[in-house]
């Protein structure tokens, strides 16, 4: 026969004890560095962000996947009930991603009050952007002659194995 589980009282002694409270001390203070060097890095990120005009010599397909992935990462742990530190953490940064694909793209939002309904705009680019975006696309063509025979090799290997 089993025994019956300890009174609450036993149990929640033995959490306080001396090695509990140094690792959940040291989990606080990890999730508190982790806080607070997060909002300086978004809010760097922003001031960065905030005042560009232009986006010479910026990827905006990097920028684009950055905001795809970080998004993807957001829904992962918001799937699989992470910490709320760190969920608040990578949703603030998804937030900030898609905030810059707009930067990148343009995007302006209008109001038309006769028609009631709102329309987008994306804005123009300059030479200078025209030049940055003829050498990204080069510049990914490279890596993707680089990274589909890794792709296709792994997923012969995963088939061959099975």
Same mark, same amino acid.
Not at 66 to 95: E, H, K, P, Q, R
Not at 118 to 130: N, P
């Given at each position: 026969?089993?025994?019956p /589980? /300890? /009174?609450?009282t036993?149990r !929640?002694c033995?959490?306080l004890?001396?090695?509990?409270i140094w !690792? ?5 203070? $990890?999730?508190?560095?982790?806080? +607070?060097l997060a909002?300086?890095? =978004?809010?760097?990120d922003?001031g960065?962000w ?6 010479a010599? &910026?990827?905006s !397909?990097a ?9 993807v $990462?957001f829904?992962? &742990?918001?799937?699989y009930?992470?910490?709320?530190v +760190?969920l608040?953490t ?5 937030l900030?991603? $898609?905030w ?10 209008? @109001?038309?009050h006769?028609?009631r309904?709102? =329309?987008?705009? =994306? ?6 952007? !025209?030049?940055?975006?003829? &050498?990204?696309?080069?510049?990914l063509d490279?890596?993707? &002659?680089? +990274? @589909? /025979?890794?792709?296709?090799g792994?997923?012969n ?5 099975t």
């Amino acid at each position: 026969m089993s025994q019956p /589980p /300890p /009174p609450l009282t036993t149990r !929640r002694c033995s959490y306080l004890s001396d090695e509990y409270i140094w !690792r959940f001390a040291l989990m606080q203070a $990890i999730s508190l560095a982790h806080a +607070v060097l997060a909002g300086l890095a =978004f809010k760097n990120d922003v001031g960065f962000w905030k005042g560009r005009e232009s986006v010479a010599g &910026l990827s905006s !397909r990097a920028v684009a996947f950055n905001a795809f992935a970080s998004s993807v $990462i957001f829904l992962y &742990l918001a799937d699989y009930s992470t910490s709320l530190v +760190v969920l608040a953490t990578a949703g603030c940064g998804a937030l900030v991603d $898609i905030w810059k694909v707009t930067k990148v793209l343009k995007v302006s939002l209008a @109001w038309d009050h006769g028609l009631r309904r709102g =329309f987008m705009a =994306f804005g123009g680019q300059s030479e200078a952007e !025209r030049a940055t975006a003829a &050498l990204d696309a080069t510049a990914l063509d490279a890596v993707a &002659l680089a +990274v @589909w /025979p890794l792709v296709v090799g792994e997923r012969n290997s995963k088939t061959a194995r099975t």
